[in-house]
């Protein structure tokens, strides 16, 4: 029994530690806000290896790719995933706002925000893939430009051919590096979270009484079904038994580090890490899950679609028939699509779901309160969605056997 619990070790002590700090957090209250530094540190430490860890992850595993037809395939696969899962996360939480409704009882003060910027689609997308200067790139607050910035030296370094291999090499050495930092960041994760917890219990448990007692004890049973039997069934349907076992043996850290953090950029270095572990090969888990931590995000549809409910019904605005539920799982998608991988990014999705229901601006404060509240959950399935969509991609890209050649490798 004690063996089988070895490789257990790390995420139970990692556990143990976050369930300390809760406790603390319940016991002492907003005095557990003494700690939040210790907390800080942890997650300044993750956040500021990011930029370099996307970049060179990304141009890395492209650069070295075998060809460009592989990098097309994966990219391919990579969205059907996303958008199927992303599918049957808002069906999900649909069919349960339909059976609970969330805004039943709520009585919610209608203020109205001072301005609400109107959106633009095509300025929207410019902003989304694009920045005006380099200097703006390297910031987790432009994630999606860099991923495309990366993509690009990626294929010119791979298209360059004998003489980009000197420069193909430097970027993997580099990518090796930074994954490494992780392991050694990783010794200082069981404080930095405890202490991160037991400040976040003590201080957000108001935030989750009253009105939005509701709607956020309707996400919470949503999500963590969908984590545990979703995202069996998806580590299934990759892996078999094996790939249940192995996605089940790494995803603790970069789930408890996701509910701490409350960003799937942030978790991003952790993801990887765990991902490796599976065996998703190189040049899939390093495409794959930065692109994913930036618009694959399971978590935050099921919020969308809950948040569209709820939004509605404070309004007393119809929400039945075909069309509506059709519009709103559309919506989610582009919300979780838009949405960026850092803390607060959930703010584009939710001035985008005002907008296309033209919904008046006072409903803008009341959606964003319901992502704060379902912030942490959603993250978490945001963040570990990636990782069992990289492995359904290895599985179409590698083949059924991939886990025998992968299980553990480089």
Not at 67 to 78: C, D, E, F, Q, V
Not at 263 to 282: D, F, H, M, Q
Not at 295 to 320: P, Q, R, T, Y
């Amino acid at each position: 029994m004690i063996e089988r619990l070895k490789p257990y070790r790390f995420p139970l002590f990692l556990l143990s530690s976050i369930i300390i700090g809760s406790i603390i957090g319940l016991i002492v209250g907003e005095r557990a806000e003494v700690l939040k530094p210790l907390g800080d540190l942890f997650l300044n430490l993750l956040f500021t290896i990011v930029v370099p860890l996307v970049f060179f992850s990304i141009s890395s595993a492209i650069a070295n790719m075998d060809s460009i037809k592989r990098l097309g395939k994966i990219m391919g696969w990579m969205l059907t995933v996303f958008v199927i899962t992303g599918i049957i996360a808002s069906i999900l939480m649909l069919a349960v706002a339909l059976a609970f409704p969330p805004a039943q009882g709520a009585s919610i003060t209608i203020t109205q925000p001072e301005q609400v910027e109107k959106l633009s689609l095509a300025d929207q997308l410019v902003a989304t893939f694009t920045v005006p200067d380099f200097a703006e790139i390297i910031s987790r607050e432009h994630m999606l430009p860099l991923i495309v910035f990366a993509i690009l030296i990626g294929i010119a370094t791979g298209l360059t051919g004998e003489k980009g291999q000197p420069f193909a090499k430097f970027l993997n050495s580099a990518s090796e590096v930074f994954m490494k930092l992780i392991e050694i960041i990783m010794y200082y994760a069981p404080i930095g979270l405890g202490a991160y917890f037991a400040s976040l219990i003590g201080t957000i448990g108001p935030q989750i009484l009253g009105d939005y007692a509701r709607a956020f004890l309707l996400y919470v049973p949503v999500a963590f079904l969908y984590f545990i039997i979703g995202f069996t069934v998806y580590a299934f349907i990759a892996g078999g038994k094996r790939g249940v076992t192995a996605f089940w043996k790494h995803i603790i850290t970069p789930a408890v580090t996701a509910l701490a953090t409350g960003s799937s950029v942030g978790t991003l270095p952790v993801n990887l890490e765990a991902a490796r572990k599976i065996g998703v090969p190189k040049d899939i888990r390093e495409t794959v899950l930065p692109i994913g931590a930036t618009i694959h995000m399971d978590g935050s549809c099921i919020s969308a679609v809950l948040k569209i409910a709820f939004v509605l019904g404070v309004f007393n605005i119809e929400f039945s028939g075909i069309g509506d539920y059709l519009a709103a799982i559309g919506i989610a998608l582009l919300s979780g699509i838009v949405m960026s991988g850092i803390p607060g990014g959930g703010f584009m999705g939710e001035l985008l779901i005002v907008t296309m229901y033209g919904l008046p601006p006072a409903a803008l404060p009341i959606i964003s309160a319901i992502g704060i509240v379902v912030d942490a959950p959603a993250t978490m399935l945001n963040s570990t969605g990636d990782t069992v969509a990289s492995m359904l991609v290895t599985r179409k890209i590698e083949g059924k056997n991939w886990m025998d050649k992968n299980l553990g490798g480089e």
